[in-house]
DNA sequence: TGAGTGATTGACT
DNA sequence: GTCAATCACTCAT
């Protein structure tokens, strides 16, 4: 697999490398958002293995309308309340799953929502399950790119460090990064928390 | 127990 | 540009 990444980061995961992404998730979501630009998110299943690169981020915080956790812990977004680097997954319009990167401390309640990824890796798979072609509209899209590398409600709250499934590994920081505001939401929309990699063609929206 | 909502997508006018 | 699909969750009875 040539996931293009630092000789130190790539490969078995070392206890140092996993302590060392901990304490970079361990920051406010607006910051551990743009940085997780880059990074390689991996699904093993039976069917195969998919990774793409993440291209779009969007941040969510506790204090925030437009958040989940805005109104305190429930059974739903308990996850985003627990260690950073943990996946939290939510169904949504009753058809689509949304894949989150915890952050912050424990109980701070936020999260990186993925909005986009370019594939890597198992993109024929990726092709089966979205039952498209084009490689370009296979994963530019929060809902889209969840059914690409099969991922749903099973994956909620896998720590994205340490499972030999679902994995989040360190990439090459992109060039340029574009703030803007966030897309989709109906509350807050003001706060510039949406991030993206400039000129990639695989994010969901200019 | 029931109504309203939604961090979306794809099809259609 | 508009709108339907479809259901887990939340909040108000």
């Known amino acids: 697999m040539n996931l293009n990444m630092p000789n130190k980061l790539r490969g078995r995961r070392s206890k140092d490398n996993i302590d060392q992404l901990r304490q970079l998730l361990m920051q406010d979501a607006s910051v551990v958002a743009p940085l997780l630009l880059g990074f390689i998110v991996v699904h093993r299943t039976n069917d195969g293995l998919c990774a793409g690169r993440i291209v779009e981020t969007e941040a969510y915080q506790a204090d925030d309308p437009a958040s989940h956790t805005h109104k305190g812990v429930s059974p739903r977004n308990r996850v985003m309340f627990g260690e950073p680097g943990h996946a939290y997954v939510y169904f949504t319009y009753g058809m689509h799953y949304c894949l989150n990167v915890v952050a912050g401390k424990i109980e701070d309640g936020q999260g990186v929502l993925i909005r986009a990824l370019e594939p890597v890796e198992g993109i ?10 084009e490689v370009i509209r296979l994963t530019n899209g929060p809902g889209k790119l969840t059914q690409a ?8 709250g896998k720590d994205l460090l340490r499972d030999k499934h679902l994995m989040l590994l360190a990439g090459v920081p992109p060039k340029e990064v574009v703030q803007t505001k966030r897309i989709g939401i109906t509350r807050a929309v003001d706060r510039p928390w949406r991030f993206y990699i400039k000129n990639s063609p695989f994010i969901s929206k200019p």
């Open 149 to 156: 590398l099969g991922i749903g409600l099973k994956q909620n």
């Open 124 to 133: 024929e798979l990726m092709k089966e399950r979205r039952g498209i072609e």
